[in-house]
C-alpha cells in the first residue's frame, strides 16, 4: 500500500468553553487523500509509543501509523481464519503491548504491535447471544447479552466467556414487529444506547438517556459512579420535524411502522452521544444542541477519574477517538473522501 498523504496544519484554534475550562486544539494531520485512502474508519488507539491504529471495517484491515502520520503496516483481512475478521467493531491497546480487534458478534483477535496474529478469543459456546464485543483490560471483554425477552444488558466477561459482573446497564428491546419482520429505527438523539469506553485495564460504561457513568477497575468491578444533575435536553419541534424528513427517506420502512417511531419519539433527548476514558479525564460526549443543524456544536463535559465535574467546552464534530493527548475525528474533503484528523489538546481553566 502506498504511503499516505500527510497535511500538517499547525493553526492553533481555541474553542469557547463555560463552566472555568477551554481547550485549544493544534491540528497536527490529516489523512485519508491522495495516495492513500479509507474504506471506512470505525476505530481508533493509540499504542505506548504514540503510534496509532485505524480498523477499517470495510476493508477488514487495521492500520498503523507514526505519531506524525506514516503509515507503517497494514493487517487483517476477510475470513474466518487466523488473522481474519468477519466484522471487526472496535480496536484497543493492552498495556503489555498487545492490539486488540473486537468483533461486533461473539469474539475478538489479538495481535502484537507489528501485526503479528496471537490468539483468538470466541464467546459463542456461552454467549451465543452477545454482540458489541469491547475490550475491558486483563482479558475481560464487556459484551451486549440478550435475554428472553430481547432486552440487550452490559456484561463483563473473561476470555473463556464466564461472567464476571452482570450488574451494569440494561436497554430494552425496542425494535417494532410488522408482518413477521424487525424494524429498528436509531438516532445517537433519541435512541437508548448502551455506551462503553476503555483505557489501559479501566473501563467505563454507561446508557446514553441517563447521566451516570460507571468506571470499572481491571477485575471488572465498579470502582465508582460517576453522575451530574442535570436535566434531559427537549427535542425541539424544528429539530423533529428533520427526524421526521430523515425517517421519510428510508425506503425500507412500511408507512405503519414509521407511524409507531413518530409516536415513540420522545420529547426530550438523550444526554451522551459516547464516553472516552484517558489516564486523567472522562470526557462525556453530549447530544448536539440541534439535531436540524449538523453544524450544531456539540457539547463535551469532562470529569476528572475521581468523579468531579471539570467543566464544559463544544467541539465542532463528535470525536472517533480521545487520547492523552490527541484528537482524533473523522470526516470527508471536498471529493467526499473519508478523511482523519489529528488534534493536538490541552485543556486550560
Not at 472496535?90 to 473486537?102: D, F, L, Q, R, T
Not at 478469543?121 to 486483563?138: E, H, P, Q, R, T
Amino acid at each position: 500500500m502506498n504511503k499516505p498523504t500527510v497535511i500538517l496544519l499547525l493553526l492553533l484554534i481555541a474553542l469557547p468553553g463555560f463552566a472555568g475550562l477551554s481547550i485549544h486544539l493544534e491540528k497536527k494531520l490529516a489523512i485519508g487523500d491522495g495516495e492513500f485512502m479509507f474504506d471506512s474508519l470505525v476505530s481508533i488507539c493509540e499504542d505506548g509509543e504514540g503510534n496509532f491504529y485505524a480498523l477499517d471495517f470495510k476493508a477488514y484491515k487495521v492500520h498503523k501509523f507514526s505519531p506524525g502520520g506514516k503509515l507503517l503496516l497494514s493487517f487483517g483481512r476477510k475470513g474466518e481464519g487466523p488473522g481474519e475478521f468477519k466484522s471487526p467493531g472496535s480496536i484497543y491497546y493492552a498495556p503489555e503491548g498487545k492490539i486488540i480487534v473486537a468483533e461486533m458478534m461473539n469474539q475478538a483477535s489479538v495481535f502484537d504491535t507489528n501485526g503479528k496474529f496471537l490468539d483468538r478469543y470466541s464467546f459463542l459456546a456461552k454467549m451465543s447471544m452477545s454482540f458489541a464485543v469491547g475490550y475491558a483490560g486483563n482479558e475481560l471483554f464487556c459484551v451486549q447479552k440478550r435475554d428472553q425477552n430481547r432486552d440487550r444488558s452490559q456484561i463483563i466477561i473473561d476470555s473463556k466467556g464466564n461472567i464476571i459482573n452482570s450488574s451494569l446497564f440494561k436497554e430494552p428491546y425496542n425494535s417494532i414487529q410488522y408482518q413477521n419482520m424487525s424494524y429498528t429505527y436509531s438516532t445517537p438523539e433519541y435512541s437508548r444506547e448502551l455506551l462503553f469506553s476503555y483505557y489501559w485495564n479501566r473501563s467505563a460504561l454507561a446508557r446514553s438517556d441517563e447521566y451516570k457513568i460507571l468506571l470499572l477497575d481491571d477485575q471488572g468491578k465498579i470502582e465508582r459512579t460517576i453522575t451530574r444533575k442535570v436535566k434531559r435536553p427537549e427535542l425541539s419541534s424544528k429539530e423533529r420535524e428533520y427526524l421526521n424528513e430523515q425517517l421519510k427517506g428510508i425506503k425500507m420502512f412500511p408507512k405503519p411502522v414509521k407511524s409507531i417511531i413518530r409516536d415513540r419519539t420522545p420529547d426530550v433527548k438523550n444526554f451522551m452521544e459516547k464516553i472516552f476514558l484517558t489516564k486523567t479525564h472522562l470526557f462525556v460526549i453530549r447530544v448536539r444542541k440541534d439535531v436540524s443543524r449538523l453544524t450544531s456544536p456539540v457539547p463535551v463535559d469532562i470529569f476528572d477519574l475521581e468523579g468531579k465535574f471539570m467543566g464544559s467546552f463544544t467541539l465542532k464534530k463528535t470525536p472517533t477517538h480521545i487520547s492523552d493527548h490527541y484528537i482524533y475525528i473523522t470526516g470527508r474533503n471536498e471529493a467526499d473522501d473519508i478523511m482523519l484528523f489529528k488534534y493536538k489538546y490541552k485543556l486550560q481553566k
